[in-house]
């Protein structure tokens, strides 16, 4: 099977290659090219390329590179992006010709324009459902907590995206779990994308390009992860001339440097962050507690040089890392690096070759230290490392076709982790054996336009995983379900051979068709499968769960995942209004038995169970892209259920995730040249929770018992929010410009509840009582100075 795996991935890369190599010559020449921001020479991902009176319409890829083939003749482009003028340029074609546009920043008087071609760029261009896409100005806009733009944030105004409380590190898409969303930057997978425990994402907005989210309809090119996949594209940098922009906040202070390294061909950016809340509060804090430490600091950086007309490298990287501690005694830091190389190749003016080298790490690091004269504590370490190649060709084939195959490996190295307890002078180690995997896979896809209606995007993914050796291997036995599987043996396999591998057929097909002008059905089949696996028995992630993956023991899990719906632009009225419904079918997602030990547990396996799931919903969405008033509306009602043998007594019982009800409103409104002012309203229903419905008395001791064995047969109260944000511009000189943005995060103070515990009474020990934990409770203003020269 691997051969005939690598042979299919061969034969496809070779097949494109010869077809995209012998251009016939049968009268019709291509048009290729690069479009940029004339400012800052950035290419621009998705700009629309439109030839009348030939009526073809084509977008940029995510390097901005084009290609379109027509009959000699004479030809009027059109090139339009949101926020530039448009580019029009009268061509006489008479052989193969290179044009490479630069767009020009819009003017004022430009505004509302250029924005209405962006609004017919969204899903009425995609073919896939579930697509939405955010820019880093569309970010910035967007009120946030502590007043500072954030991406995962902004993602949680869109339908189908949530979390299950606030300060929950990740997002949930569509009743998923966190781990099932495949988040990339720069082709590096990223596998926690949260700071300071959930409040901020790891993405800096200031080196942010553009943001995909794929909550359905996966591209063949994504796997890996069964939910989403959250496609972030970082900044080239200036290659016109030196720039700096930041600000300084409540929170924390960021500064971003780009520039040529050779203009025109070759630029850089460096963009970091230093969070300083610890320092802020220490005033106000105890003498005793003065000394802890809360903070964040993370380094993306870029590099790009156009080697010659064909040739592009890319380099870029993140480094991050959190640090919470209590003075000497606790020590906890976790964080993210990842590296990416890319070479990007023409072959001709229709065949483009991306390959992209990447690296992967995620690592966390807990310490406790006593004052006593002789040592006391705890240290323990864990990470997950990934390497990866992904080379990808597309062939232009024609104005109806675009072809696009490759092959993705990818090398999984898991350190479960060690603990070292000291006591007394004596050291007590427990460490993990490391586990190893290897993903292989191979795409093909193609996007068809069929007619003047139709347009069709069908592909499929072969995938084999391996569950390698070079560690120990175990082997439990059967028992009863929700029970610990008893050891039955321990095999030492000393090489990296496979210890198990598996096979998976991922066939992914869309489809849109024109039901009338500006209005379009579209509907979608993907199936996807996942390797990895997050350990963790909360609600919510917390920095130390820990990655693991499928072995003999813990069967690879797969989602298949339907969905159909509309979008249109009614005639006279500046809005696009979509609905869209799913319907998702889960099987061998991980589950846990009941007070399952997960920490440090080389036994772990015997504690895992699989089941099965599914989920379903519906999700509109009002948008409205042009004016002085902006802003959306959506609403979204879904299910998200589970069954596992042994759980909730062996019936469908509601997933952790689940969010029957999700309201968002997010409005703009540009006032005037100086103030801008925008809000931002949520509602959701409250998680589902497991809770006691009984109480033992044992010994004078009340035990909580939930005797009825159900599972989040109980729901917090509803979470609500208001934000709100006010935007000044500052001096505009040439030189420097800038800007004050004031917000108010929870506007009304709503005291949400993260979570329900239960405590005796303290008037009335022999009495219990309910007390509703909230993250925050109280509203929060912010100011945060924007600059840039």
Known sequence: MIRQLMRFSVTC????FALGALQAQTGKYTINGYIKDGSSGEVLINATITLQPSGVAVMTNSYGYYSITLPAGKYT??????????YQKEIELKGNTTIDASLATAGKDMQEVVITGEKRLRRTNTVGMGIQQLSAAQIKKIPAFMGEPDVVKALLTLPGITTVGEGSAGFNVRGGNVDENLIIMDEAPVYNSSHLLGFFSVFNPDAVKNVTMYKSAFPAEYGGRTSSVLDIRMKEGNNQKFAVNGGIGNVFSRIAVEGPLQKDRSSFVVAARRSYIDVLAKPFLKAEDRNSTMYFYDLTAKMNYQLNEKNTIYLSGYFGRDVFGFGEQVKFKWGNTTGTFRWNHLFNRKLFLNTSVYYSKYDYSLKFKSDDEIPQGYDWTSDIQTYGIKPSLTWYASNKHTIKTGVNVIYYDFFPGKGVATSDGAKNEISLKRRFGA????FLEDTWKVNSKLQLQAGVR???????????????????????KPLDKVEEVSSKKPVEEWFFFEPRVSLKYELKKNTFLKAGYTRSTQYIHLLSNTASPTP????????????????????VGFVTLPEGWPVELSVETFYKKMNDLLDYIDNANLDLNQFVEADLLTGKGKSYGAE???????????????YTWSRSLRKTPGISNNDWYLSRYDRTNVINACVIHHLNDKWEFSGNFTYGSGTPSTFPDARLDIQGLAIPYNSSNKRNDFRLPAYHRLDVSATMKGRQGKKMKQEWVFGIYNLYARQNAYSIYFRQNQDEPEKKEAVRLSIIGSLIPSVTWNFKF
């Open 13 to 16: 890369f070779i097949l494109l």
């Open 77 to 86: 482009m059109l090139v339009t992006y949101s926020g530039f003028k448009a």
């Open 439 to 442: 993903e292989t896979a191979a």
């Open 462 to 484: 072969l995938n084999r995983y391996a569950y390698l050796g070079n560690t120990s291997v175990f082997y439990f036995r059967d028992t009863t379900a929700n029970i610990r």
């Open 544 to 563: 130390v769960d820990l990655y693991f993956p499928s072995t003999n023991n813990i069967k690879p899990s797969m989602t298949d995942q339907y969905s």
């Open 620 to 634: 509109l969405e009002v948008k409205k892209e042009t004016g002085k008033w902006q802003g959306w509306v959506n």
